[in-house]
């Protein structure tokens, strides 16, 4: 499996900058080129990034500012994964062989049984069989983006510590996916296949012999505004000023489409009509269905949103700093009413630089600040809205008329997702800055957080997504930076520690089925009282002494009932092992300098998960 589907990664960087200029004009030009290989076989990827920059000063108090950053990009998504044999089975067997001794590609089982689809058709069908190595040779699946990010900027100098600046941003991407499946792909003869039928020695192939071509284009076209005048004041007798307030405006647009196309030849560029209306009945009494629709249709999402803000921090006889933010957004995807489109945000915060008092007589510490800051964030979720969706669909396989589902129930208390913020911490730094740290403390509450939740049937749905779910957090990270060398031999180290605990507090939505806890932890699988990314598995209860076979537990009970094990348990039945998500992380990075030349080292570690 490891010599077939894997190999060693690879990763090229290759960058050339350019930078000049004078008093009134300064420019920087860069071109990089990344070029990388996966370490599963068939995976690539490459980028090509070119950048420009442009400062003006054409008077003297006024500066101009242009950059331009073009990205092209592509790559091959052609691994093969996980090797799923489908029928109820998770995985592979781990003693399948992938090939044969001289290379020859191996069969395994995919989806179906031998026993069928050696006889399937009598040899009239394209071969059934599932050969994971022919599969790595013939996948075609490809991405290409281009991506245009300009930024405009002026700044005016006004007296007395006053400032005013403009700022624009514009931002064009594209993309395209494709995905080709040859004739000879397990893919394109499954379905060729299970849509055939056998009428005496006729064979009636309702999906045409070809490739099945998907496509996929995207489009972003996003533009931002930003406007905002700064104070920025310092007196002799250490009182400073910093403040800005401003607005800015936000909009993006993205659009897209997605195509399928059967009986295709990537050769002539041909393809064949089909029917998607009639539902086919499928090969070996598998039941009846109509043309798979993979992705297809159109779409296309505006979102808007304005936010007005301000921050000042105010720093009295050099010790004593008080802050605040506060700022309002509101956006086009909230709220039947005005006032619920907006929300609130806000921050406070002091500093104490103890170091700079008089009764500090502490000649080894060089610095030391104490800081507390409390305030609140907001997010949101651009595929809900507060207004009924429906989306359009081209025809019903029943009618063969044009119709509409709603995707997205009425929700006019719709809001922000809210996230409270308490950060308490101290920066030092000993004589000399050879050891200097920051160790932080911070607790989070998290509300409104967007979750299915249940409600009345008679409204027809059985669950919505809501702002009902809360999540508490709380952690403690430690930075320290030593300078353990100077001079022709430099050794700098930086020791980074963190500790993070989360906990669902509320969730409304529980699953009756406790199966549905069980599984890889991967995914947030919410569980009022727990880490929201959880790892369960069945209670394992040793092998049964007459038959050997593995046993569980069922309502406490030890049970060899491998069904009722696995759909009917009950929360008890269960054993929690801990998140899949470290508890502690962090790294030690050492850097050394020698005559123009640096070297580093970094060693990162995840512990208690």
Same mark, same amino acid.
């Given at each position: 499996?490891?010599?077939?589907?894997? !190999?060693?990664? =690879?990763?090229?960087?290759?960058?050339?900058?350019?930078?000049?200029?004078?008093? @009134?004009?300064?420019? %920087?030009?860069?071109?990089?080129?990344?070029?990388?290989?996966?370490?599963?076989?068939?995976?690539?990827?490459?980028?090509?990034?070119? #950048?420009?920059?442009?400062?003006?000063?054409?008077?003297?108090?006024?500066?101009?500012?242009?950059?331009?950053?073009?990205?092209?990009?592509?790559?091959?998504?052609?691994?093969?994964?996980?090797?799923?044999?489908?029928?109820?089975?998770?995985?592979?067997?781990?003693?399948?062989?992938?090939?044969?001794?001289?290379?020859?590609?191996?069969?395994?089982?995919?989806?179906?049984?031998?026993?069928?689809?050696?006889?399937?058709?009598?040899?009239?069908?394209?071969?059934?069989?599932?050969?994971? =190595?022919?599969?790595?040779?013939?996948?075609?699946?490809?991405?290409?983006?281009?991506?245009?990010?300009?930024?405009?900027?002026?700044?005016?100098?006004?007296?007395?510590?006053?400032?005013?600046?403009?700022?624009?941003?514009?931002?064009?991407?594209?993309?395209?996916?494709?995905?080709?499946?040859?004739?000879?792909?397990?893919? *394109?003869?499954?379905?060729?296949?299970?849509?055939?039928?056998?009428?005496?020695?006729?064979?009636?192939?309702?999906?045409?012999?070809?490739?099945?071509?998907?496509?996929?284009?995207?489009?972003?076209?996003?533009?931002?505004?930003?406007?905002?005048?700064?104070?920025?004041?310092?007196?002799?007798?250490?009182?400073?000023?910093?403040?800005?307030?401003?607005?800015?405006? !936000?909009? *993006?647009?993205?659009?897209? +489409?997605?195509?399928?196309?059967?009986?295709?030849?990537?050769?002539?560029?041909?393809?064949?009509?089909?029917?998607?209306?009639?539902?086919?009945?499928?090969?070996?009494?598998?039941?009846?269905?109509? @043309?798979?629709?993979?992705?297809?249709?159109?779409?296309?999402?505006?979102?808007?949103?304005?936010?007005?803000?301000?921050?000042?921090?105010?720093?009295?006889?050099? !010790?004593?700093?008080?802050?605040?933010?506060?700022?309002?957004?509101?956006?086009?995807?909230?709220?039947?009413?005005?006032?619920?489109?907006?929300?609130?945000?806000?921050?406070?915060?002091?500093?104490? #630089?103890?170091? !700079?008092?008089?009764?500090?007589?502490?000649?080894?510490?060089?610095?030391?600040?104490?800081?507390?800051?409390?305030?609140?964030?907001?997010?949101?979720?651009?595929?809900?809205?507060?207004?009924?969706?429906?989306?359009?669909?081209?025809?019903?396989?029943?009618?063969?008329?044009?119709?509409?589902?709603?995707?997205?129930?009425?929700?006019?208390?719709?809001?922000?997702?809210?996230?409270?913020?308490?950060?308490?911490?101290?920066?030092?730094?000993?004589?000399?800055?050879?050891? +200097?740290?920051?160790?932080?403390?911070?607790?989070?509450?998290?509300?409104?957080?967007? +979750?299915?939740?249940?409600?009345?049937? +008679?409204?027809?749905?059985?669950?919505?997504?809501?702002?009902?779910?809360?999540?508490?957090?709380?952690?403690?990270?430690?930075?320290?930076?030593?300078?353990?060398?100077?001079?022709?031999?430099?050794?700098?180290?930086?020791?980074?520690?963190? #500790?993070?605990?989360?906990?669902?507090?509320?969730?409304?939505?529980?699953?009756?089925?406790?199966?549905?806890?069980?599984?890889?932890?991967?995914?947030?699988?919410?569980?009022?009282?727990?880490?929201?990314?959880?790892? %369960?598995?069945?209670?394992?209860?040793?092998?049964?002494?007459?038959?050997?076979?593995?046993?569980?537990?069922?309502?406490?009970?030890?049970?060899?009932?491998?069904?009722? =094990?696995?759909?009917?348990?009950?929360?008890?039945?269960?054993?929690?092992?801990?998140?899949?998500?470290?508890?502690?992380?962090?790294?030690?990075?050492?850097? %050394?300098?020698?005559?123009?030349?640096?070297?580093?080292?970094?060693?990162?570690?995840?512990?208690?998960?």
């Amino acid at each position: 499996y490891l010599k077939h589907l894997y !190999r060693t990664g =690879l990763q090229q960087q290759h960058a050339l900058s350019l930078t000049g200029g004078s008093g @009134l004009m300064n420019y %920087f030009l860069s071109a990089g080129y990344d070029r990388n290989r996966s370490n599963e076989a068939g995976n690539r990827n490459s980028r090509i990034t070119l #950048h420009s920059l442009t400062q003006l000063k054409p008077v003297e108090r006024l500066e101009l500012q242009a950059a331009v950053t073009t990205t092209f990009s592509g790559a091959a998504q052609n691994a093969l994964g996980p090797l799923v044999p489908g029928g109820g089975k998770g995985m592979l067997y781990p003693y399948a062989r992938l090939a044969a001794a001289d290379g020859t590609a191996l069969p395994v089982p995919k989806d179906y049984g031998s026993g069928f689809i050696d006889t399937a058709g009598g040899g009239a069908l394209l071969d059934w069989r599932y050969r994971p =190595l022919e599969e790595l040779a013939l996948a075609d699946n490809t991405r290409r983006e281009t991506d245009l990010l300009v930024r405009l900027g002026a700044k005016y100098q006004f007296p007395k510590g006053f400032a005013a600046e403009l700022r624009y941003q514009l931002q064009q991407a594209k993309s395209e996916n494709r995905q080709y499946y040859r004739q000879d792909t397990y893919f *394109a003869r499954n379905l060729i296949n299970l849509y055939s039928s056998i009428n005496g020695g006729d064979v009636k192939r309702n999906l045409p012999l070809g490739g099945i071509l998907f496509s996929n284009q995207s489009e972003l076209n996003a533009q931002a505004l930003r406007g905002q005048l700064l104070y920025n004041r310092t007196t002799q007798k250490g009182h400073s000023l910093n403040a800005l307030a401003g607005a800015e405006l !936000r909009q *993006a647009v993205s659009r897209g +489409s997605g195509h399928q196309t059967f009986g295709y030849n990537d050769d002539l560029l041909t393809f064949q009509t089909v029917d998607y209306a009639t539902a086919f009945p499928l090969f070996g009494n598998l039941g009846t269905a109509t @043309l798979p629709a993979y992705n297809l249709g159109f779409r296309e999402v505006e979102n808007r949103i304005l936010s007005f803000y301000t921050n000042a921090a105010y720093t009295l006889f050099n !010790r004593y700093t008080l802050s605040a933010s506060a700022r309002r957004d509101a956006s086009n995807l909230f709220g039947v009413a005005t006032n619920q489109k907006w929300t609130p945000l806000w921050s406070a915060g002091a500093a104490w #630089h103890l170091s !700079r008092e008089a009764f500090f007589q502490q000649p080894q510490l060089s610095a030391l600040t104490l800081r507390v800051t409390y305030g609140f964030n907001g997010n949101i979720q651009n595929n809900l809205s507060a207004l009924p969706t429906i989306e359009h669909r081209s025809s019903s396989s029943v009618t063969n008329i044009p119709f509409a589902v709603l995707v997205n129930p009425p929700n006019p208390d719709l809001r922000w997702e809210k996230v409270g913020m308490l950060n308490a911490g101290l920066d030092f730094a000993l004589a000399g800055n050879r050891l +200097s740290g920051t160790l932080e403390y911070f607790s989070k509450k998290a509300v409104d957080l967007l +979750s299915s939740t249940p409600v009345d049937p +008679s409204t027809g749905f059985t669950q919505m997504t809501q702002n009902a779910a809360h999540l508490n957090g709380r952690g403690v990270d430690i930075r320290l930076q030593a300078v353990l060398s100077e001079g022709a031999f430099g050794w700098n180290t930086t020791l980074l520690f963190s #500790h993070v605990t989360n906990k669902v507090s509320r969730y409304l939505l529980q699953s009756s089925n406790k199966s549905a806890y069980v599984g890889y932890g991967y995914s947030i699988t919410p569980l009022e009282g727990y880490h929201p990314y959880s790892l %369960f598995s069945y209670r394992w209860a040793g092998l049964d002494g007459a038959t050997g076979n593995p046993t569980g537990l069922t309502a406490g009970q030890k049970s060899m009932d491998y069904a009722a =094990l696995v759909n009917r348990p009950l929360f008890e039945d269960l054993v929690y092992h801990g998140t899949t998500r470290p508890a502690f992380f962090g790294n030690l990075l050492s850097a %050394f300098t020698w005559k123009g030349i640096s070297l580093s080292a970094n060693i990162s570690y995840k512990l208690g998960y």
